[in-house]
């Protein structure tokens, strides 16, 4: 690895560019960079879309959004580009899974999903608390919840082809227990809370441009 001493530099000897600087400073950032008409930019920036990069980096118009997330350091998850690019697709597939996009549409509404990784800890830590609270030991409760939910995330996986709504029914055996749990939440709005704070989080992404 080598670092250069300023942008401009990273600039003037590479033809594919990673844009990484957080959205409130691009405006000021990159408008001050020289580049090059031939070079293709790979935007990590959140929220702005391609046509507003390529506006700050005339005349390099060749844009490809990407998400990437932390947990590809430990190749695991996956990073969403658009448009599809075969050259950019093979640079995050070296880390993860990689789910080419068509439109800005597409990729802005699977950008919600991303939002939604603190409540699902959330959701673990309260099944950890009850557990807690009902004298069970802090490292078996937290190893058992960590096993048992690794191996419903490959879930999907094993069964490529039921969708979740299936996954959840072939889990809610009728009289049982999870079916108890499901229907209890249900009946609480549980998942149409989520639904609501899904499309609160697609207008701020999208801003007035859906
Ligand atoms: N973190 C995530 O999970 C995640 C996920 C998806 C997308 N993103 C997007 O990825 C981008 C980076 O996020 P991050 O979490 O890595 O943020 P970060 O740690 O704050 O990194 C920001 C980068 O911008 C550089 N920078 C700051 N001020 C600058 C300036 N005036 N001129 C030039 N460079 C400047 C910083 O350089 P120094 O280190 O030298 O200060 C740093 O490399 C953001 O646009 C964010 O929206 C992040």
């Not at 400073?25 to 580049?35: E, G, K, N, S, T």
């Not at 008409?37 to 935007?43: A, D, G, M, N, Q």
């Not at 996009?101 to 959330?122: D, P």
Request: charged share 20%.
């Amino acid at each position: 690895m080598r670092i250069a001493p300023d942008n401009q530099a990273v600039l003037d000897a590479c033809d594919t560019v990673m844009l990484a600087v957080r959205p409130q400073i691009a405006h000021d950032v990159l408008p001050r960079l020289r580049f090059r008409r031939e070079h293709h930019l790979i935007s990590l920036i959140a929220t702005l879309p391609r046509e507003e990069i390529s506006g700050l980096t005339a005349p390099a118009h060749k844009v490809t959004k990407a998400l990437p997330m932390p947990m590809i350091a430990h190749k695991l998850g996956a990073t969403i580009i658009c448009p599809p690019d075969a050259a950019v697709a093979a640079l995050f597939g070296g880390l993860a899974k990689v789910i080419e996009v068509e439109n800005s549409a597409e990729f802005n509404a699977l950008s919600v999903v991303t939002a939604t990784y603190a409540s699902y800890f959330r959701y673990l830590d309260t099944i950890h608390g009850w557990l807690k609270q009902h004298g069970v030991d802090e490292g078996k409760g937290r190893d058992y919840i960590a096993s048992l939910f690794s191996a419903l995330g490959s879930a999907p996986d094993m069964s490529p082809d039921a969708d979740f709504m299936h996954l959840a029914q072939d889990y809610a055996t009728r009289g049982g227990i999870n079916e108890q749990v499901l229907r209890e939440l249900t009946a609480q709005n549980v998942f149409e809370a989520l639904s609501e704070s899904l499309d609160g989080i697609h207008r701020r992404i999208v801003g007035d441009t859906p």
